[in-house]
């Protein structure tokens, strides 16, 4: 199997050297075609250069405009894939040929997540003709973008009404009942498990935080050491019981509050 050629396309050079490690440390044998630094140069390389990479990682705003300006002008013909630290240009990106959207900081599990879905979409169709398994590629990647829930439809006051995700503080399970308090201090019972809706909201805006709670991230007010490497969150409005993050899942909420 030859290497994966890889472009990457990012304005900060550190991260892209990072980005190159990582590539490296997941497979030693791929291969770092070129590491292209903002949308001119971006748009020069892929004028002259059609067929020789197989997969390019893009951050989205690059020093002279918007990576999508690139595609624009030449035609990208291969996947992408979208390192980036801005959440709200997914939809766009996943216009212009992308089949994954990476949040900054991002570690090696994310980008290894990445790769391997990429290999295996090409496996699954490697019979096909490059134009038929590129068609399908995207076309698999983009029925699986995940549509998160705007609104819950809960009970009140004997009338059920639809309740905002967005306005939504915290989700917490008692006694098999889930909850899910408001902003402004209201509380309705939610008919999902938290295992549940921790699959249907926004995990750039939730986060799960222990057996009991998934919190919002506009809900967090400050953050306290705790016992033994935890972290105890506060939130608003303030819960009965104290929000402990546990000292394993303390590098992933760093990560997440980091976005």
Known sequence: MNPLRIVIIEDEPVTARNLAHILLSIDININIVDMLKGVNESIAWFTLNQTNYDLVLMDIRLADGLSFDIFKKVTINKPVVFVTAYHDYAIEAFKNNGIDYILKPFDEQEIKRALD????????????????????????????????????????????????????AWFYTANEIVYGHTADGQQYIM????????????PALFFRANRQFIINRTAIKEIDFYFNGRFSVKINPAPLDRVLISKARVPAFKSWMNR
Do not use: C, H, M, W
């Open 117 to 168: 879905k990429y290999n295996n979409l090409v496996r699954a169709y490697s019979e096909e003709s490059e134009t038929i398994k590129f068609t399908k590629l995207l076309e698999e990647f983009k029925v699986g973008i995940k549509s998160y829930k705007r609104s819950f439809l809960v009970n009140y006051r004997d009338k059920l009404v639809p309740l905002e995700t967005t306005k939504i």
């Open 191 to 202: 008919d999902f498990t938290l295992e549940q809706l921790e699959e249907q909201v926004d």
